[in-house]
Antibody
């Protein structure tokens, strides 16, 4: 059974940083692209980042480019999202999601999410 | 960048009704279109990918169609457990934008 478990969220001041983690199990981690998707309170889904199975290619929307960095450690079956220069509008639940063999794949399994709150 | 729109933004229908949700991409995305269901307080779940392929375990009352820029999600007979917000997502190239969502309620 595929399982994704996020951690690392919390309350942070504007301008601060966090490192989110997603522990994966139940599949061959290095064979699949992985993504982060966020959802602000009461709002819709927003794609945040994708990384290829090898980790060699990463993708971001303009809203987070230069502030967020996605990475993965296949020896630990763990996905990361380093979030810097946080703004109030980054407040959201951040979901880790499993893709397919290619970065252009649907997201077929989602974690429970970790809440990031940016506030002074 | 490709923009995704959905209509309607919300709908209310009776149990057993046929429900159709539309998703439109601002540029052609072939069949790189997924539909997700998010029940209240729950995690999103993949329903359909490649515009019309049902994800394993999803009830057959759900179906998808379309290609290029226009896509539809149909629930053939609405059930109480289908109360949720439905999102489309284009994934042919980044940014992998989601639509704004369609909230489905029971009348």
């Amino acid at each position: 059974e595929v399982q994704l478990l996020e951690s690392g969220g919390g309350l942070v001041q504007p301008g601060g940083s966090l490192r989110l983690s997603c522990a994966a199990s139940g599949f061959t981690f290095s064979s699949y692209a992985m993504s982060w998707v966020r959802q602000a309170p009461g709002k819709g889904l927003e794609w945040v980042s994708t990384i290829s199975g090898s980790g060699g290619n990463t993708y971001y929307p303009d809203s987070v480019k230069g502030r967020f960095t996605i990475s993965r450690d296949s020896s630990k079956n763990t996905l990361f999202l380093q979030v810097n220069s946080l703004r109030a509008e980054d407040t959201a639940v951040y979901y880790c999601a499993k893709g397919g063999p290619y970065h252009t794949s649907p997201l077929d399994c989602w974690g429970q999410g970790t809440l990031v709150t940016v506030s002074s | 960048d490709i923009q995704m729109t959905q209509s309607p933004s919300s709908l209310s229908a009776s149990v057993g009704d046929r429900v159709t949700i539309t998703c439109r991409a601002s540029q052609g995305i072939s069949n790189y279109l997924a539909w997700y269901q998010q029940k209240p307080g729950k995690v999103p779940k993949l329903l359909i990918y490649a515009a019309s392929t049902l994800q394993s375990g999803v009830p057959s009352r759900f179906s998808g169609s379309g290609s290029g820029t226009d896509f539809t999600l149909t629930i053939s007979s609405l059930q109480p457990e289908d109360v949720a917000t439905y999102y489309c997502q284009g994934y042919n190239s980044d940014p992998f934008t989601f639509g704004p969502g369609t909230k489905v309620e029971i009348k």
